[in-house]
């Protein structure tokens, strides 16, 4: 149902809008309409087209919005043709009634003028989803992107030009707060804005509400696969869906965006015990650029639900879900599908000594050195190949390091960490050994630090 | 109709006055119309009301009732300047009736005369707002930009028509009625040139984006326009408001950028306003080292100074397919002294560094990078070092 109107209210029949009035209107259509909707906020930005019959004079086009979620505060008009000939006066929020504004024109010419009216809405989200199919091998994903657009602003927008725009726009306030402000930009002494709105916290009737709409969106499917023209724009990636859509308020509709058959992909499996515990969690990488078949713009961040398929009448297995950043293009992405029982890394202290030590001449401990010897176990059970980085923290800055067995690759990450790196063919296991050796008190002096370009162990 | 407080200017002969000011009081006076009204909003904190009215005096004392029921004024701000006979027409004293929202002048007048008076007051809930838009062109190099006015008006006093003034740009003459909002237009310039920034802060963002689990970390987008007769500006301080920058789409449409709220900025000075977050610029720093050194012990050997040698690595990496110049902020408080750094920078005080980085765009081969490294001794830190068991 439409809630928008607007009106060429005939000056001499007011009396003022804020009483008791009689009204004599013509009700201009919407010509074209264009929806800018943005990913990161609840924010939409509407920009329509109508076409006005002034008269020569003093012309009063009243704009209404009620039940809708408009910020009153962002309305602007602008004659497109004629300009020099039409002055916007003011826009004048009338005192007692909401939801309205007035334009005051005063106009050089009469007859027809198209017009744009832009404004910024909350309740027009969409949000970006993606499905991943491995191969047998895991070596490569079908990648597929979509979108869904959901519609709780109030309005029905119909045969509207959607725009999706991604990217992380700063706003002060939110637009659901500012369109339901008794006045527009508040009251003297009032903030309307930026503290206020911190307060406020989306209806959670709407909020269950959109939920539910974008639940029902994933049975809709694809209505018809349009294609999606994607540009940068400052920060932005701008999304255009081909042609027109009418998305009713309360419905939400879901489009493909892109498939890709092929990614290549790495498959990393991780084993860090201060952010993962004793579990070794699997990560799929790849990298949005040409060599994986991608890299035209960045994706968008989202879901990303990962399945593999495990025989050649393409049935699936469900392999994990993930959170899905916005990837520039050329950088890598890591998804990270959770924890896994068929690749274990099983560090074990073999030995614990200390040496070293330093004593003040009056008997107390001034320093010593604390040496422990572990075994690493790494086990790949699977019947592919797989990457495995095993990440090591010190509770100190001051260590050596020495490596033993197959440690695959060595890296000092940062003061208090090393990072080993090991590729383990199909039902393989693998052993390395390091000794560590920390400096404590005074024994700190003999520690040595690695140049800023050392990689390896001392 | 809407029944509301007003102000009301009664005057009237002494005679027809009631008894006494303290009771009960029966006026039948004449209702001076307002001649002319001047809202004066160039103080944030009050908003000045100037009204002209022309009074009927007749020979010898003359008292002028003013009364301002249910609205807002300051009555010590109230004012009479009468305007015609300043010679003739002579302001006595000034009374308070009780309990009412009134004074009484009295007037003295040598002969009988209409005279032009000037009333002015400070004006409760009557106030302005500032707002600027702003439309970048597609290269960003240019903005659009407008500045509105917004007149709030609950005051409880509708203006049928005042000469609106601010402290910059020109006048106007529009009427404002209780609890209305207008919103004009106030000055508009059509191609202020624009500087983006980008502002990575070691002491705000995130060091490793690897620590995050695939979550994005932002850097600052600025837009600085510069106050001055270069941009087209520089006239007139541009007051703070809120401000909301759009840019071209380059297909006669436009997208919102973001919006900020300015404070005031005086000529010669930039407006900044933060828009939004790149993310296709990535910082990736990391501090490879930390060490206590030249430690001064007491003569049982406990250490109670020392400095610390640190070398801190950062990765700058540009997604973009535009070149881009980071202002990266580091911070290294207390007394230090930098050993070796491969990127000049800028001391902007006692503990902050300030380097400017080009960065070329992204190629084929992958991202623009750039690597700064830091190594700087932090001196005389009193106490035992970390890690000292």
Not at chain 1, 40 to 51: G, I, M, N, P, Y
Not at chain 1, 199 to 218: F, H, P, Q
Not at chain 2, 57 to 77: A, C, E, P, R, T
């Amino acid at each position: 149902m439409k809630r928008i109107l607007i009106a060429i209210v005939l000056l001499g029949l007011v009396a003022s809008p804020a009483v008791a009035k009689v009204d004599l209107v013509t009700l201009p259509n919407r010509d074209t309409v264009q929806l800018t909707i943005y990913n990161s906020a609840d924010l939409t930005l509407v920009r329509e087209s109508r076409a006005l019959t002034l008269k020569h004079g003093a012309n009063r086009l009243q704009f209404s919005w009620a039940n809708t979620l408009i910020d009153p505060t962002s309305l602007e008009m602008l004659p497109k043709a004629n300009a020099d000939k039409i002055d916007i006066q003011d826009l004048t929020y009338p005192p007692r009634v909401t939801n309205l504004g007035v334009w005051n024109i005063s106009s050089e010419m009469s007859g027809k003028v198209p017009v744009e009216i832009t404004y910024l809405t909350s309740g027009l989200t969409w949000r970006a989803f993606y499905m991943g199919t491995l191969t047998n091998d895991e070596k490569t994903m079908r990648l597929q992107g979509y979108v869904v657009v959901t519609n709780t602003s109030g309005e029905d927008y119909e045969n509207a030009q959607v725009r999706l725009v991604v990217g992380k726009v700063h706003i002060l306030d939110q637009i659901a707060f500012l369109a339901r402000l008794p006045y527009p930009f508040g009251r003297p002494n009032q903030p309307y804005g930026i503290e206020g709105s911190i307060k406020v916290k989306r209806d959670c009737m709407l909020a269950k509400e959109v939920m539910t709409e974008c639940d029902a969106s994933y049975a809709l499917d694809e209505v018809g696969k349009k294609e999606i023209i994607k540009e940068g724009l400052s920060e932005y990636f701008l999304y255009t869906i081909e042609g027109s859509d009418t998305i009713a308020s309360g419905w939400s509709k879901r489009l493909p965006s892109f498939d890709v058959a092929a990614v290549p992909v790495v498959n990393l499996y991780k084993y860090e015990e201060e952010r993962y515990h004793q579990q070794v969690v699997r990560f799929l990488s790849f990298a949005n650029d040409v060599k994986h078949n991608l890299g035209e713009t960045p994706t968008p961040g989202g879901n990303i639900t990962v399945y593999r398929t495990v025989d050649p009448d393409g049935h699936l297995s469900y392999t994990g879900r993930s959170a899905f950043k916005y990837i520039p293009v050329g950088e890598e992405v890591e998804l990270n599908l959770g924890p896994v029982e068929n690749v274990l890394v099983e560090p074990t202290l073999m030995d614990f000594s200390t040496a070293n030590y330093l004593f003040h001449p009056n008997g107390t401990i001034r320093g010593w050195d604390e040496i422990r010897r572990h075994k690493v176990d790494v086990k790949n059970t699977r019947e592919i190949p797989v990457k495995i980085e095993v990440k090591r923290n010190f509770d100190t800055t001051y260590w050596d390091i020495e490596t033993g067995g197959d440690f695959g690759a060595f890296e000092a990450v940062d003061k208090d960490t090393v990072k080993f790196t090991l590729e383990l063919a199909p039902r393989t296991n693998k052993e390395f050994t390091y000794v560590l050796t920390t400096y404590h008190g005074n024994r700190i002096a003999a520690w040595k630090p690695r140049t800023a370009d050392s990689t390896g162990p001392n | 109709m809407n029944a509301r407080p007003a102000m009301a200017l009664l005057a009237a002969v002494a005679c027809l006055i009631g008894a006494g000011l303290a009771e009960a009081r029966i006026k039948l006076v004449a209702l001076p119309e307002r001649a002319a009204t001047i809202v004066r909003l160039d103080n944030a904190r009050a908003t000045l009301v100037e009204e002209e009215r022309v009074l009927t005096l007749h020979k010898g004392l003359n008292k002028v009732d003013f009364s301002w029921n249910g609205v807002s004024i300051d009555v010590d701000s109230i004012r009479l300047r009468v305007l015609g006979h300043p010679n003739d027409v002579t302001l006595l004293n000034v009374s308070y009736p009780p309990n009412e929202a009134a004074l009484v002048w009295e007037i003295h007048c040598k002969d009988a005369v209409e005279e032009r008076v000037r009333i002015s007051y400070l004006l409760s809930s009557i106030d302005r707002l500032i707002a600027y838009k702003g439309v970048a062109d597609k290269d960003e190099r240019n903005l659009a930009l407008r500045s509105f006015i917004i007149l709030r008006n609950f005051s409880g006093e509708d203006f049928d028509n005042a000469h609106v003034l601010v402290d910059y740009g020109e006048a106007f003459d529009r009427g404002i009625l209780h609890e209305e909002t207008k919103q004009l237009l106030f000055f508009k310039r059509e191609a202020v040139p624009i500087t983006k920034v980008w502002t990575f802060d070691a002491s705000k963002l995130p060091w490793d984006p690897g620590d995050l689990e695939n979550r994005n970390v932002g850097i600052p987008v600025s837009y600085r326009i510069k106050n001055d007769a270069a941009s087209t500006l520089g006239e007139f301080a541009l007051w703070g408001g809120k401000a909301r920058v759009f840019q071209d789409d380059g297909h006669g449409s436009t997208i919102m950028l973001g919006e900020d709220v300015s404070p005031l900025v005086p000529v010669g000075e930039a407006m900044e306003l933060y828009i939004g977050d790149s993310r296709d610029i990535v910082v990736t720093q990391r501090k490879m080292r930390e060490q206590a050194i030249n430690e001064r012990k007491t003569t049982g050997g406990t250490t109670v100074l020392y400095d610390m040698d640190e070398v801190i690595a950062a990765k700058i990496e540009n997604f973009k397919d535009t070149p881009a110049v980071l202002t990266m902020i580091q911070h290294i408080p207390g007394e230090w002294r930098m050993v070796d750094c491969n990127l000049k920078y800028t001391r902007k005080d006692a503990s902050t560094l300030e380097f400017e980085i080009t960065l070329p765009a992204r190629d084929k081969n992958g991202p623009a990078t750039v690597e700064l490294n830091m190594h700087y001794v932090r001196l005389n830190l009193r106490g035992a070092p970390p890690n000292k068991h």
